[in-house]
Each structure stands twice: as structure tokens, then as C-alpha cells.
């Protein structure tokens, strides 16, 4: 029984799991990362899109785009659901962005250890 062979195994088959989790912990944070991103600059993409396309087209796109409502068609006040942006929801968006760009460059840092780890191990 070679006792160096299987604690090495085991270490190599750890690390390659925590390394999976950590890849799906990225990809996560980076999916979060483009809703915010596309929150805040979407609409303002879609304009510049709209002013170059048929009225027909826009309308199409609009509706494909529109997020589902949760509300019965009936109720027509829905203002409480999206006030208007201010200006410390702009430096809360900013903060979030910070925030999951930092958690991403993390996530790679920690990818890199361990790659180099799994390489250190050697076949």
C-alpha cells in the first residue's frame, strides 16, 4: 500500500472539487453581475437601438424584452413598484457592481491557487 500515492489522491480529488465549485461560484457571480450591469444600462442601449429601427420592429422588441408582471392586468397603479432612481440607488448599484467585481477577481485568485496547487501535486 502506497500511503503517499492515496493521501495524494485525496488531496488532488478534494482541490478538483473545490476547484468545480469555485468555477460554478464564478460563473454565478458574473451572471449576477450582467443583471445589474443590464439593469442600469439597458434602456438606455435599447433608445440608441430604437432610434435606427421601424416603429413595427420596436414594438416587437419592447414586448420581448418586457419583464412579466406579477399584477392582475386590472391594476393600473404600479408607480410604488418602480420609483424613480435616485441618487443613492445609483451609488447602491455602484456598490453592488464593486462588490460582485471584487467577488469575481476573488473567485479567480482562488482558481489560480489551486490549478497551481493540483500542479505542484504532478501526475
Do not use: C, H, W
Not at 45 to 62: G, N, P, Y
Not at 75 to 88: G, T
Not at 105 to 111: E, T, V, Y
Amino acid at each position: 500500500m502506497d500511503r503517499e500515492a492515496i493521501a495524494r489522491g485525496e488531496r488532488r480529488r478534494r482541490i478538483q472539487e473545490t476547484l468545480e465549485e469555485e468555477r460554478g461560484r464564478e460563473q454565478a457571480l458574473v451572471e449576477r453581475l450582467e443583471e445589474v450591469v443590464t439593469e442600469v444600462e439597458g434602456s438606455g442601449i435599447d433608445e440608441q437601438a430604437f432610434m435606427r429601427m421601424d416603429a413595427e420592429d420596436v414594438t416587437l422588441i419592447r414586448e420581448a424584452l418586457e419583464e412579466p408582471s406579477f399584477l392582475d392586468e386590472g391594476e393600473e397603479d404600479a408607480d410604488f413598484l418602480s420609483p424613480e432612481p435616485d441618487d443613492n440607488d445609483q451609488a447602491e448599484v455602484e456598490e453592488e457592481i464593486a462588490r460582485l467585481q471584487a467577488e469575481i477577481a476573488g473567485s479567480k485568485r482562488r482558481q489560480l491557487a489551486y490549478e497551481r496547487y493540483l500542479e505542484a501535486l504532478g501526475s
